[in-house]
């Protein structure tokens, strides 16, 4: 497949964007400011690829090829020839405005240059670039390679072509659209699981429910694969502070505002699986 796409940021997304780019037959390079963090991104699509392998859906001959398809560097220079860019950074508007200003610096004419923010306006970002017509919202979920959606978000001064080129992008690596017309803080599923997941702690800081019972409820009663709590303590307790905090700012709406709860976990580290623990323990 043509075309060479770039990921900024190494973390749980950015290095699932980058794999399921890579096992499309795209060209892929990313890049993180530390050779460390490169190393962990890389570990981490091999891991999550030999996991394919292992159950039968991949065969290792395409997963040494998609590995071998990805590059990775601390030089943000290095994206200059990139068709895509998705930046994949934390969820901070003034960390990716950041990004945003040097890949406008650096990204060749044309370029997309996509943000995977799951909450902040697309228009602000794009107004860091002397190009807003090019910049997009291309919102993954986590797992990447396992999640069969991606929210692409139009802002303001978005072109018809950047938005074609994004779906056409995103349903080549194997996900199911859903445009987002007018970018509002936190779109459509940020916004929905924000709602949910600001009532659920709720009920749990207030001793009408245990996390448990919480999950258990929304399990059996609507159905949901995983409970508002689990998806927390997935996705980072931290991760879903910045984001409810976000649509709130951006909103004004206080369901939307972080409990206390929320914000005593973050302030003692509490941010879920990859701390240990959440709103459940993970000995291992």
Same mark, same amino acid.
């Given at each position: 497949?043509?075309?060479?796409?770039?990921?900024?940021?190494?973390?749980?997304?950015?290095?699932?964007?980058?794999?399921?780019?890579?096992?499309?037959?795209?060209?892929?390079?990313?890049?993180?400011?530390?050779?460390?963090?490169?190393?962990?991104?890389?570990?981490?699509?091999?891991?999550?690829?030999?996991?394919?392998?292992?159950?039968?859906?991949?065969?290792?001959?395409?997963?040494?090829? +998609? *590995?071998?398809?990805?590059?990775?560097?601390t030089?943000?220079?290095?994206?200059? $020839? #990139?068709?895509? %860019?998705?930046? &994949?950074?934390?969820?901070?508007?003034?960390?990716?405005?950041?990004?945003?200003?040097?890949?406008?610096?650096?990204?060749?004419?044309?370029?997309?240059?996509?943000?995977?923010?799951?909450?902040?306006?697309?228009?602000?970002?794009?107004?860091?670039?002397?190009?807003?017509?090019d910049?997009?919202?291309?919102?993954?979920?986590?797992p990447?390679?396992?999640?069969?959606l991606?929210?692409?978000?139009?802002g303001?001064?978005?072109?018809?072509?950047?938005?074609?080129?994004?779906?056409?992008?995103?349903?080549?690596?194997?996900?199911?659209?859903?445009v987002?017309?007018?970018?509002?803080?936190?779109?459509?599923t940020?916004r929905l699981?924000? +709602? *949910?997941?600001?009532?659920?702690?709720?009920?749990?800081?207030?001793?009408?429910? $245990? #996390?448990?019972? %919480?999950?258990? &409820?929304?399990?059996?009663?609507?159905?949901?694969?995983?409970?508002?709590?689990?998806?927390?303590?997935?996705?980072?307790?931290?991760?879903?502070?910045?984001?409810?905090?976000?649509?709130?700012?951006?909103?004004?709406?206080?369901?939307?505002?972080?409990?206390?709860?929320?914000?005593?976990?973050?302030?003692?580290?509490?941010?879920?699986?990859?701390s240990?623990?959440?709103?459940?323990?993970?000995?291992?």
């Open positions: 497949m043509a075309g060479q796409i770039a990921v900024v940021g190494a973390g749980l997304m950015g290095a699932g964007i980058a794999q399921v780019s890579a096992q499309a037959g795209y060209d892929v390079v990313v890049r993180d400011v530390t050779e460390a963090a490169l190393q962990r991104g890389h570990d981490s699509i091999a891991s999550s690829l030999a996991r394919f392998v292992k159950k039968g859906t991949l065969d290792k001959a395409d997963a040494d090829a +998609a *590995l071998g398809r990805i590059t990775t560097t030089d943000l220079h290095a994206l200059d $020839s #990139a068709d895509i %860019v998705v930046e &994949a950074v934390f969820e901070k508007l003034e960390v990716k405005t950041e990004v945003f200003a040097e890949l406008d610096r650096i990204a060749k004419p044309g370029a997309v240059l996509a943000s995977n923010t799951s909450a902040l306006p697309i228009t602000k970002i794009a107004a860091a670039t002397s190009r807003p017509q910049v997009v919202g291309t919102h993954f979920f986590s990447v390679p396992m999640m069969a991606c929210e692409l978000v139009r303001y001064k978005t072109s018809d072509a950047t938005l074609a080129a994004a779906r056409e992008f995103a349903e080549n690596v194997g996900k199911t659209v859903v987002v017309t007018r970018d509002i803080a936190g779109f459509v940020t699981i924000s +709602a *949910l997941a600001v009532e659920a702690i709720r009920l749990v800081e207030t001793g009408v429910a $245990s #996390a448990e019972e %919480v999950d258990a &409820a929304c399990r059996l009663g609507f159905g949901h694969a995983m409970g508002p709590l689990q998806t927390i303590d997935l996705t980072g307790v931290d991760v879903m502070m910045n984001a409810t905090d976000n649509v709130f700012q951006e909103s004004a709406d206080p369901k939307f505002a972080p409990p206390e709860l929320l914000r005593r976990m973050v302030a003692a580290g509490d941010l879920g699986r990859k240990g623990k959440g709103f459940y323990d993970y000995p291992d």
